[in-house]
């Protein structure tokens, strides 16, 4: 029996920008469901778990965002790459924490029927978008 087809990902620019949506609004459910259990964020502080990571949204206070240059990657049926730069306002219990500008990486997967993003890493970079 071959393999079942992997999802469609036609708009791998939405589906992160949903990502970002959800963490702006700071939807931990929606985040839980969008990543996958094993997922980690790779940034500055270091390494996080989905557990961690999601414990800590809360504490966000997200001011604004913006994003651009988007690169995405079909890796093979069962992976994808975005890439894109990302200026980040936000503080962390009233300070701001870490770089506000970075490029961020996203790697998707598809997890029962839809794709799920597996990792973020955040760069800091100087200049602006």
């Known amino acids: 029996m071959p393999p079942a087809a992997a999802p469609q990902f036609d708009t791998p620019v939405a589906k992160s920008q949903e990502l970002w949506r959800i963490v702006h609004k700071k939807d931990v459910s929606a985040i839980k469901r969008l990543a996958t259990e094993d997922f980690f964020n790779v940034d500055w502080t270091g390494l996080t778990s989905k557990a961690e990571l999601t414990a800590a949204i809360p504490d966000y206070d997200n001011v604004a965002f913006k994003r651009g240059h988007f690169k995405f ?39 029962d029927g839809e794709w799920r993003v597996a990792l973020d890493t955040e760069t800091a970079v100087t200049g602006t978008l």
């Open 73 to 111: 990657a079909r890796i093979d049926r069962s992976s994808a790459v975005m890439l894109h730069r990302v200026v980040f306002h936000a503080t962390d219990l009233g300070k701001r924490p870490g770089p506000s500008d970075f490029n961020a990486t996203n790697v998707w997967t598809p997890c």
